[in-house]
């Protein structure tokens, strides 16, 4: 098993990712690699205890910053943490990256570095949305932006294997994201989605609402990646401006400020329970290797979480299954 | 001017929707019809003091529900409050009908009985998102499931007139819906339309990321139907999500509650700013004549507003604004 991480990649980078690693090793028993600009790394480790032979430093001179733009950036910048990164996890068998920096470099190096599983169209981008019922699956949230439907069946299976290897759950439910729940509705891509799905060997809900998605209806929340980019945006978007448009309302009145300060703890619980960075990062899943996208502003605590999911991700074999059970379907003659 | 109400339509119909009527005939310098069964409108009636010259009845003896197939629905019952009501609004010059009924059998009829604006390809539905920054306009909120570019032309035209005239947004900002704010990002959809767009003479801001929308970036949200009922469901069931498992989290512990009392009207404003029953209902753009679609749940203040809505739409000459500004652009060429 090979974990190598972005060391250089997202907001709170190179700090909160070296940390992190250190938090990983101190915690699970495995080994890591961080890349990057090595006296950077050193700089950052050597501020930490832990056990010296367990993180290993691999050297990359260059960083693909969030606005470069990401095929490009894939191409020209070879001696990156990311390229450097994607050639290893292309180079050795059991191996998985972690970086939380820019989304669209990594899908990128995904499919030019690392390539994909055999039979599988498009790799997909599948972060966990955090519900009121558990952990959801979100596939595809904005890799391919123009899907068909032997596509959305493919994200179906995927997700399927990820939420039954990684998160724990028997039978996972697949929902398609619709615009009602009844068979007949949607557009073209969710019509003839929809019989490919009912006729797969899956636990196919059926359709579901974008409403119902805080309450956890489906365990796979399946969709095109333009429709699941808005979905997941939104999410963000939304919960936060809320949480702090209430805050701001609160603090804006004495008595305000006074039930604020008795509802401290309740606030917290419930920010918890949503919180993204519990379950790690987004799997890229279809490519032919391990790769993980830790959230843009991850601190210590969540790229800690991304490398235990990459962990565990590696050891339950997930492009193993993938592989096996796309096999099963022959595509062609959908 | 004629106003047409729906009586029947409505989880609160007729108790609510009378109640309505009556707020507008004693607030607003109007007469109005109410279309539903005579007695059980009567009865309503009876229960409040108003002048009686300006609220008038039309029975009808049939009632469409919301599980209804909408098509089937307006084709068989023809003595439907929201089929009378369609066909009096296609007979009279400047009429406008409100109902908080079968969304998709407002659609259907208003395509079915009512029929499109001159030069306009497809009609869509308009609601109003409340965001930080005042009202923004959601077009399509799912009337068209798969769109064409010069249709997205179309809905960025009809919002930018109803925002102007009915809102009073003077060159109102055009956002088109998208999964980063660079110009060639997107779909195929995305990407044409953003050059008609770029093209036209509308006040366009370019790409707006969901994330942007709570913060009021653009007066016009401009998508296909599919993307637009996913936005809005979303917004609508995370929006209420949050609030009741804040409210649960709170009420769970003593101190909690005594915060919770302390907030009580913090909570209210809150709520109250983002109240979409003070801006009345949805219009379905671009049928000829004026068709305000209510929420299911209003109550007689959301209706009393679906009312001013409809006498502005109205008096403004929506409808002629339309037609004028379609005409304009020849589609055929695009």
Chains 1, 2 share one sequence.
Do not use: W
Request: hydrophobic share 40%; charged share 25%; net charge positive.
């Amino acid at each position: 098993m090979k974990i190598y991480v972005d060391g250089m990649g997202g907001d709170n980078s190179p700090v909160e990712i070296v940390k992190g690693c250190v938090l990983a090793v101190n915690e699970y028993d495995i080994g890591l690699t961080i890349i990057g600009t090595y006296e950077i790394i050193e700089k950052e480790l050597s501020k930490y205890k832990y056990n010296k032979s367990k993180i290993e430093i691999i050297n990359a001179t260059e960083i693909i910053k969030n606005d470069d733009e990401p095929a490009l950036a894939i191409k020209r910048k070879k001696d990156s943490s990311i390229v450097v990164g994607m050639n290893l996890v292309r180079d050795n068998n059991n191996a998985v990256l972690i970086s939380a920096g820019n989304t669209g470099a990594l899908l990128a190096g995904g499919l030019l570095k690392i390539g994909r599983i055999k039979g599988i169209l498009r790799p997909a981008l599948a972060p966990i949305i955090p519900t009121k019922n558990g952990p959801s699956l979100l596939i595809d949230a904005g890799a391919n932006t123009d899907c068909k439907p032997k596509q959305l069946l493919q994200f179906a299976i995927m997700g399927s294997v990820y939420m039954e290897k990684v998160i724990g759950i028997e039978a996972p439910r697949v929902g398609l994201v619709n615009i009602g729940t009844e068979k007949n509705k949607g557009n073209d891509l969710t019509k003839e989605t929809f019989k490919l799905l009912k006729g797969s060997n899956l636990n196919f809900i059926g359709n579901i609402e974008t409403r119902d998605i805080p309450y956890g209806v489906t365990d796979i929340i399946v969709c095109d990646g333009f429709t699941g980019n808005v979905i997941l945006k939104l999410i963000e978007g939304l919960s936060s401006f809320i949480l702090h448009s209430l805050k701001e309302n609160m603090l804006s009145t004495t008595k305000g400020k006074m039930g604020a300060l008795l509802l401290k703890s309740s606030l917290k619980n419930f920010k918890d329970q949503f919180d993204y960075s519990e379950h790690g990062g987004a799997p890229f899943l279809g490519v032919n290797g391990g790769l993980i996208k830790a959230h843009g502003s991850s601190n210590a605590y969540a790229i800690k979480n991304a490398i235990r999911q990459g962990i565990k991700y590696l050891n339950q074999e997930v492009n193993k299954s993938i592989s096996e059970e796309i096999k099963k379907i022959d595509i062609s003659e959908i």
